[in-house]
């Protein structure tokens, strides 16, 4: 598809000579860095690769002295116009993480879920940005824009994140990861089955990625490539959970914790049963968000200060969370069904003598009140193991239930990966499909052309005098005769895209087609819409 004449010359002028100055001053922003994958992926990361364009050489040739100047801007001018309308739009994810990125940063480059259509406004008025989707959670910040140029997409994005965070482009550059297409589609299906968080297969990062597609909808912006990539990485997450289960089992002290816990507590009494968490350190704070994470919905924390427990509270909504102080451990704990303690204490907190006073616990809870100590030294002497009514769990009881269900995690993510990989060639055949969508369009206009044409000087001939029914009829009958021609055509054309053999074929006839009406003359859909981006510049 090549640019007109006057447009390649004139219209993109504007475009061609700010790229030209910004140019020599990027390659240091595009410069890839690589997202480390969790060893239990078993991934092979693929590199992205960084080298100087035709435009780039065209630019450095301009610089390089000035009797070559007005060459070396047509060489760019040529090789641009014909870079933009000849290479696809391509999905690209500029992204930082936990896996990546210092929570100091990413927090002032947290963008809000209010603030997300603006934030998509403001990356579509870039000049080579199409699409684009945000997801900003607290363990990562990932951009999704369909680029109608990837290393000037990438250079225009990390200039806006820069701007609106504060945080030098150098230092960006340091820290974020950039995939294209297919790694870029690899990589969010990832996210949504729950293989890139930092407790494989959890379930929140699922419902954050339903909340963009959510938040996206009537967005300007928020267009079919990355909708479509959005919707499918929902489908991917859910297929994940489904067929592997990945989300059940421990991977951590924390959630062996939990999950011990549970599955010592009779079933019906997972909602109602009292719980009770000595310790708001880092252990303490996994232990909570277990239990929410398994629908606990009310605890009591016990801390020697209650910041940490309101920081706690702040970050996770929704749950009733009450503090006590450490001199009222043991009046909650008569109250309590089921004790977790992580605390750095070097002495026990519980002793028989404390214990064997307490209140016995309901039979609805199993008639047992659950102790599960993970503190290194223990928290809960062994002596209160003699107390009838009184059940113990330390850090060693958990060791084997940890790696029980690393291993069968290990297993399931592995199992996973062949799910997503499936899929990924699904939503690639469903994207290269949208490829004859202008072909279709532009046959159909040029088919309309051609009746308009032939209809009027049909009805010329006619005469003034043939009445609205007559000129209906013809009309009709136009019509009737160019949408059986192009019928057969258009069968051609159109895939569901997930037969690989047909998506091809499809390809194949689209082409012929192009070639055979001279469709490739029409003005491309990008050159259009690069001419777009050079008229809204200019205003």
């Given at each position: 598809m090549a640019v007109s004449t006057s447009f390649a010359g004139a219209k993109l002028e504007a475009l061609l000579l700010k790229a030209s100055a910004s140019s020599s001053s990027s390659s240091s922003s595009s410069t890839a860095s690589y997202l480390p994958r969790p060893i239990w992926t078993r991934r092979v990361q693929r590199g992205v690769r960084c080298e100087v364009t035709a435009s780039d050489a065209a630019v450095q040739a301009a610089q390089s002295g000035s009797s070559s100047n007005v060459s070396a801007l047509e060489q760019l001018k040529t090789s641009a116009a014909d870079r933009y309308t000849k290479e696809r739009s391509s999905i690209v994810v500029i992204g930082l993480s936990i896996h990546t990125t210092p929570v100091e940063m990413r927090e002032k480059l947290a963008i809000p879920e209010a603030e997300w259509p603006r934030a998509i406004g403001e990356l579509c008025?870039?000049?080579?940005?199409?699409?684009?989707?945000?997801?900003?959670?607290?363990?990562?910040?990932?951009?999704?824009?369909?680029?109608?140029?990837?290393?000037?997409?990438?250079?225009?994005?990390?200039?806006?994140?820069?701007?609106?965070?504060?945080?030098?482009?150098?230092?960006?550059?340091?820290?974020?990861?950039?995939?294209?297409?297919?790694?870029?589609?690899?990589?969010?299906?990832?996210?949504?089955?729950?293989?890139?968080?930092?407790?494989?297969?959890?379930?929140?990062?699922?419902?954050?990625?339903?909340?963009?597609?959510?938040?996206?909808?009537?967005?300007?912006?928020?267009?079919?490539?990355?909708?479509?990539?959005?919707?499918?990485?929902?489908?991917?997450?859910?297929?994940?959970?489904?067929?592997?289960?990945?989300?059940?089992?421990?991977?951590?002290?924390?959630?062996?914790?939990?999950?011990?816990?549970?599955?010592?507590?009779?079933?019906?009494?997972?909602?109602?049963?009292?719980?009770?968490?000595?310790?708001?350190?880092?252990?303490?704070?996994?232990?909570?968000?277990?239990?929410?994470?398994?629908?606990?919905?009310?605890?009591?924390?016990?801390?020697?200060?209650?910041?940490?427990?309101?920081?706690?509270?702040?970050?996770?909504?929704?749950?009733?969370?009450?503090?006590?102080?450490?001199?009222?451990?043991?009046?909650?704990?008569?109250?309590?069904?089921?004790?977790?303690?992580?605390?750095?204490?070097?002495?026990?907190?519980?002793?028989?003598?404390?214990?064997?006073?307490?209140?016995?616990?309901?039979?609805?809870?199993?008639?047992?009140?659950?102790?599960?100590?993970?503190?290194?030294?223990?928290?809960?002497?062994?002596?209160?193991?003699?107390?009838?009514?009184a059940k113990v769990y330390n850090v060693d009881d958990l060791k084997e239930v940890v790696a029980a269900n690393k291993e069968d995690r290990i297993r399931k993510a592995m199992e996973a990966q062949s799910i997503i990989t499936e899929e990924s060639k699904q939503f690639e055949a469903w994207r290269d499909s949208l490829e004859t969508v202008p072909t279709i369009k532009k046959l159909r206009a040029y088919a309309e052309r051609i009746r308009v044409a032939e209809l009027d000087k049909c009805l010329s001939k006619m005469g003034d005098d043939i009445s609205k029914k007559t000129r209906r009829a013809v009309d009709d009958l136009s019509r009737g005769i160019v949408n059986k021609l192009l019928h057969g055509p258009m069968q051609h054309l159109r895939c569901d895209g997930s037969d690989s053999r047909t998506l091809s074929e499809t390809l194949e006839n689209m082409h012929a087609l192009n070639r055979m009406f001279s469709l490739e003359t029409e003005i491309s859909v990008l050159e259009q819409k690069i001419r777009a981006k050079v008229e809204q510049a200019q205003k």
């Open positions: 008025g870039l000049n080579h940005i199409e699409e684009a989707a945000v997801l900003s959670t607290c363990n990562r910040m990932e951009i999704y824009v369909v680029a109608l140029s990837q290393h000037r997409g990438v250079k225009e994005v990390t200039e806006w994140m820069s701007k609106t965070s504060g945080v030098p482009v150098s230092e960006l550059c340091e820290h974020r990861f950039l995939l294209y297409n297919g790694d870029a589609t690899q990589h969010l299906f990832e996210v949504s089955a729950g293989l890139d968080s930092l407790v494989l297969g959890e379930g929140q990062i699922l419902a954050q990625v339903k909340q963009v597609v959510k938040v996206g909808q009537g967005v300007v912006g928020f267009g079919r490539n990355i909708s479509g990539l959005f919707k499918h990485a929902i489908t991917v997450g859910k297929r994940v959970r489904t067929e592997t289960n990945i989300a059940a089992g421990a991977v951590s002290v924390s959630s062996a914790a939990v999950e011990l816990a549970l599955m010592k507590l009779p079933e019906p009494s997972h909602a109602t049963a009292r719980m009770l968490v000595i310790g708001a350190g880092k252990m303490g704070k996994l232990v909570i968000k277990h239990l929410v994470s398994k629908g606990c919905t009310k605890m009591v924390v016990v801390n020697r200060s209650e910041e940490r427990v309101a920081a706690i509270r702040e970050e996770l909504k929704g749950v009733e969370i009450i503090y006590k102080p450490l001199t009222e451990m043991l009046t909650c704990a008569a109250e309590a069904d089921v004790i977790f303690t992580s605390t750095a204490s070097e002495t026990p907190l519980f002793f028989k003598e404390d214990v064997k006073d307490l209140p016995a616990v309901g039979s609805e809870t199993g008639g047992l009140r659950l102790f599960v100590d993970i503190s290194v030294p223990r928290n809960v002497g062994s002596c209160v193991t003699d107390v009838d009514g």
